[in-house]
């Protein structure tokens, strides 16, 4: 996609600022069937703002333009059958650049981008295998859903947005102290201000990409994945997703792109749909009912040699001055990081992360809690 200076008056300067100031914006904007009121006092200006911000940086407006085909259809299906606002599938634009791995430094994750708490009171499951926050359809239904009761709550879609933000209780009480009912009457935080403009600049600019100087001819775009959905119950134990993925006849990689929510490398007993290419679920049904646990030898000998190999290890560890055993559980809190525990436990990031199956570059949550031991 080419993104030129946008031609809409005579100004011969073309350079990209001249395009940037002169952006239109049409006389009516409507948003979820609700008109947008340019006519009261900075409402048109803060559109405005946002449409230079989005432009001025492109990288996600090219974005926008190369995923949506693969997932706005999905999206649109849901709203209809729902019977809600299409225009709410710009929510997910620029909550995550529709990503369903998108994470944000305070935790919110998937395209919808839900905080675990928020998730789990939409009936969103988290385990360490899955995170259903991360699946599409799962979690655009969750989402559609928490939007229309806000909706219901509040009165508008706008004020439904803004709660969609900050919280519903951060809207209600700036409602009740500042005496307002309307959106664009509220002063709130920016983050959340901004918010509701930049859902509706991103349908301006994604409904009518010409009127910005966007060339859309031609442009590279993401096509929807050609899938099948694979309902396959699990009874033998967890199944390692490396099993899965070749039963459908792809790399681990792919299999995980396709199906995003899965977050461990084994998938525990249940039924779950799995997305997989167009004619791959008979193979991956195969694959499960062919596969068979590792035996376990729970001989009396092959006990008694577990019981001597754990003896050794932790002899062995404790003549280096280590014990295998966890001494302290610390719950994180707002703010910690893995150096900062680290540090107050006087032990490496490398051993902290070791002992927990995490890692470094993944960001912590408030609440999780870690194991300390005592050696590495």
């Given amino acids: 996609m080419l993104i030129k200076p946008v031609q809409a008056s005579t100004n011969p300067d073309t350079s ?3 395009g940037l100031l002169h952006l239109y914006i049409p006389a009516k904007v409507e948003f979820c069937g609700e008109t ?12 405005d703002t946002e449409l230079v911000v989005i432009l001025g940086q492109q990288i996600d407006a090219v974005l926008w333009f190369k995923r949506s085909p693969r997932y706005f259809p999905m999206i649109e299906r849901m709203t209809r059958r729902m019977g809600l606002p299409e225009d709410l599938k710009y929510v997910a634009l620029i909550e995550s650049n529709l990503r369903a791995d998108a994470v944000s430094p305070a935790g919110a994750t998937g395209p919808w981008q839900f905080m675990e708490a928020t998730g789990e009171s939409c009936n969103l499951k988290k385990t360490d295998c899955i995170d259903e926050r991360r699946h599409w359809e799962l979690a655009t239904q969750a989402a559609l859903t928490h939007l229309s009761e806000l909706k219901a709550s509040l009165g508008s879609w706008s004020l439904a947005l803004a709660a969609y933000n900050a919280g519903p209780n951060r809207i209600l009480k700036a409602m009740e102290e500042q005496g307002e009912r309307d959106f664009y009457g509220l002063k709130l935080p920016r983050e959340t201000e901004r918010y509701v403009f930049r859902a509706i600049a991103a349908k301006l600019i994604m409904e009518n990409p010409s009127a910005y100087g966007i060339d859309t001819k031609g442009i590279r775009l993401y096509e929807p994945e050609c899938t099948d959905t694979a309902s396959v119950t699990i009874q033998k134990g967890p199944i390692p997703v490396s099993v899965l993925a070749h039963g459908a006849g792809v790399s681990y990689r792919w299999f995980l792109k396709l199906n995003p ?3 461990g ?4 007993r249940g039924t779950y749909n799995f997305t997989v290419p167009n004619g791959a679920v008979e193979g991956l049904k195969e694959a499960v009912s062919r596969w068979l646990p590792p035996v376990v030898d729970s001989s009396p000998k092959a006990k008694a040699k577990k019981r001597i190999e754990r003896a050794r290890i932790e002899n ?9 055993h966890a001494v302290a559980t610390h ?9 900062s525990i680290a540090r107050e436990y006087k032990i490496t990031v490398n051993e902290l ?10 960001p912590l949550r408030p609440g999780q809690r870690l194991s300390i031991h005592r050696g590495g």
């Fill in 36 to 47: 947008v009121p340019l006519n009261k006092e900075d409402v048109l200006e803060r559109l």
């Fill in 16 to 18: 990209p600022i001249s």
């Fill in 353 to 362: 992360c070791r002992w927990n199956g995490i890692s470094n570059k993944k």
């Fill in 316 to 324: 062995n560890r404790a003549r280096h001055g280590h014990s295998i």
């Fill in 261 to 263: 929510w899965i977050i």
């Fill in 265 to 268: 490398n084994v998938i525990p």
């Fill in 331 to 339: 719950k994180v809190k707002k703010g910690d990081t893995l150096s």
